[in-house]
């Protein structure tokens, strides 16, 4: 049974920093890309990043590039995001998700597993 168990969300300032996880058990895990996506209330879940399964290869939404890093340790089957440069509109549930491939992709159809999500508010 595949599970993905998000942490590390939670209440900070403008200009603050987090760092999400994401532990996943699967035995294949490696040779799947992961993605990161949230959604705010009332609007649509949107991609944030994403990596391969080696980690060799990322892809970011243009609203975070240069605040976020997406990584991944395989060791651990854990995937990692870092934000920093928070602003208030990066309030969102974050959600991981583990592909059916090995690429980094955007696409929500493109990947098979998700957690449950981590709220992330961003707020003085």
């Known amino acids: 049974q595949v599970q993905l168990v998000e942490s590390g969300g939670g209440l900070v300032q403008p200009g603050g920093s987090l760092r999400l996880s994401c532990a996943v058990s699967m035995v294949t895990y490696t040779m799947r890309g992961v993605g990161w996506f949230r959604q705010a209330p009332g609007k649509e879940r949107e991609f944030v990043a994403s990596?391969?399964?080696?980690?060799?290869?990322?892809d970011y939404a243009e609203s975070v590039k240069g605040r976020f890093t997406i990584s991944r340790d395989n060791h651990k089957k854990t995937a990692y995001l870092e934000m920093s440069g928070l602003k208030p509109e990066d309030t969102a549930v974050y959600f991981c998700?583990?592909?059916?491939?090995?690429?980094?992709?955007?696409?929500?159809?493109?990947?098979?597993?998700w957690g449950q999500g981590t709220q992330v508010t961003v707020s003085s």
């Open positions: 998700a583990v592909g059916n491939r090995p690429g980094a992709y955007a696409a929500p159809t493109d990947f098979q597993y």
């Open positions: 990596i391969s399964g080696t980690g060799a290869i990322t």
